[in-house]
């Protein structure tokens, strides 16, 4: 679109993390602002677009959401090809998501580029009464594994925005 001679820079994300940990509502919440109650049943791989500012320069930013295939077999290396950036989710309300991560960081190893900027998300923190992971647990998860990390809500639109901003800053100071 004519939108693509405007930006300054155009570059492609993805969603990883285990199935129904919230990849879906964190893109729709940034990319759209919206929040949907329900998993939405598609199967294969969609993206959005957002363009954000920084500094001088306008960014857009094309982030890709695996829509489903996470539950049938191991995304395929087309989904992490050209990808400069990953915001790897899992729900703080589900020790096995937190468990996997290891399972992705590995996945991400082997098909992605070796400096692909990494955010770890901890999504589902307005459901603080069922918390199955400690903030601590992340936080050091994260720092062993060298990555910036946040927990968000996509549902009650909490550090959503930061967790892509911080991805996006990242991505921009290495380029
Ligand atoms: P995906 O399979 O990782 O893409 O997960 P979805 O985005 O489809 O979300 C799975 C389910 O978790 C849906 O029922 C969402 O409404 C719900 N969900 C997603 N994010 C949040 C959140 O931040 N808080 C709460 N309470 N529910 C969420």
């Not at 580029?113 to 770890?120: E, F, K, P, T």
């Amino acid at each position: 679109d004519s939108f693509d001679e405007e930006c300054d820079y155009l570059f492609k994300a993805v969603l990883i993390g285990d199935s129904a940990v919230g990849k879906s509502n964190l893109l729709s919440r940034f990319a759209k602002d919206e929040f949907y109650l329900d998993s939405k049943p598609t199967i294969g791989v969609e993206f959005a677009y957002r363009s954000v500012k920084v500094g001088d320069k306008l960014i857009k930013a094309q982030i890709w959401d695996t829509a489903g295939q996470e539950r049938f077999r191991a995304i395929t290396s087309s989904y992490y090809r050209g990808a400069l950036g990953a915001i790897l989710v899992y729900d703080i309300t589900r020790k096995t998501t937190f468990e996997n991560l290891k399972k992705w960081l590995r996945e991400l190893r082997e098909f992605a580029a070796s400096d692909i900027v990494i955010v770890l998300v901890g999504n589902k923190s307005d459901l603080n009464q069922s918390r199955q992971v400690e903030v601590e647990d992340g936080q050091s998860f994260a720092q062993l594994e060298g990555l910036s990390f946040l927990e968000t809500s996509a549902k009650e639109k909490l550090n959503v925005e930061e967790a892509f901003l911080e991805m996006i800053n990242k991505i921009y100071n290495v380029m």
